[in-house]
């Protein structure tokens, strides 16, 4: 069993910053891609950010310049560093990661963390 728990959400000032964890835990053999994604009320959800087992990164447009990537493979955790927030950033923000076990391979989600930017 696969689990990702999700870390380090809250209520910030715009201009201010947050920083996202997601460690996966359970039977776990390797680990591919690792994203963010965001849904905000009345939105679907969206892709904030990506990072590949080999550290290349994607970003919406949207957060480009504002919030870094970066993953730690030895503790299996994806993190997101958000900068310069702003009131749209506010969201809730979901981690995902695909991910192999012994028997077969598929994408997990974790179950959420809140972020809330005020102007």
Sequence with gaps: QVQLVESGG?????????RLSCAASGSIF?????????????KQRELVAAIT???????????????????DNAKN???LQMNSL??????VYYCNAAIATMKYGMDY??????VTVSS
């Design 86 to 91: 702003k009131p749209e950033d506010t969201a």
């Design 53 to 71: 087992s080999g550290g290349s990164t994607n970003y919406a447009d949207s957060v480009k310049g504002r919030f870094t990537i970066s993953r």
């Design 10 to 18: 809250g209520l910030v000032q715009a201009g201010g910053s947050l």
């Design 77 to 79: 955790t994806v993190y």
């Design 30 to 42: 390797s680990i591919n891609a690792m994203g963010w994604y965001r849904q905000a009320p009345g």
């Design 109 to 114: 989600w974790g179950k959420g963390t809140l």
